[in-house]
């Protein structure tokens, strides 16, 4: 059974599109989504060029609004910034169904290159340990220990 998880960033433009996409191309346990609490226009230069770098294509994603998310089932909320974690809808954080977690990578909007691949470097080592650990079996209580235990 594939589980549904969605990252939340401000813009998803960077931290949120970097996880949906390494996440899509490393495991096939899971359906990833990424939205963002005040999403902007396009995804990033910046962002497209270093996953294209490592063979990931998201040229045609957008960003994509929080609230589009509503009525889709949900079983993991990843938030990866301090302000999409303080903005999150109440109705999506406060969902008992849904197993949340904080992963907090920096901000590198703005910033060089190779920011940005570093913080593509942190996000792919960050998933890739979660995954050597996830199971499709865990129960919906082991898979929030989990979850918990890779908040950053």
Avoid at 32 to 41: D, K, L, N, Q, R
Avoid at 99 to 116: A, K, P, R, Y
Wanted: proline content about 3%.
């Amino acid at each position: 059974m594939k589980r549904s998880i969605l990252f939340l960033c401000t813009a998803n433009s960077i931290r949120s599109q970097i996880a949906q996409a390494l996440l899509q191309t490393l495991s096939q346990d899971f359906i990833a989504y990424s939205a963002g609490t005040m999403p902007i226009s396009t995804v990033d230069k910046h962002t497209i060029r270093i996953l294209r770098e490592i063979g990931i294509d998201i040229s045609s994603c957008r960003p994509l609004d929080i609230e589009q998310f509503r009525h889709i089932h949900l079983d993991i909320l990843i938030t990866m910034s301090g302000t999409a974690y303080r903005d999150c809808p109440a109705w999506l954080y406060e969902n008992p169904s849904i197993i949340c977690g904080h992963w907090g990578f920096t901000d590198v909007s703005g910033q060089s290159l190779s920011q940005f691949r570093k913080l593509r470097n942190q996000i792919e080592a960050h998933l890739r340990a979660f995954l050597a650990e996830y199971r499709p079996e865990l129960t919906r209580d082991e898979l929030a220990n989990l979850v918990r235990r890779f908040t950053r």
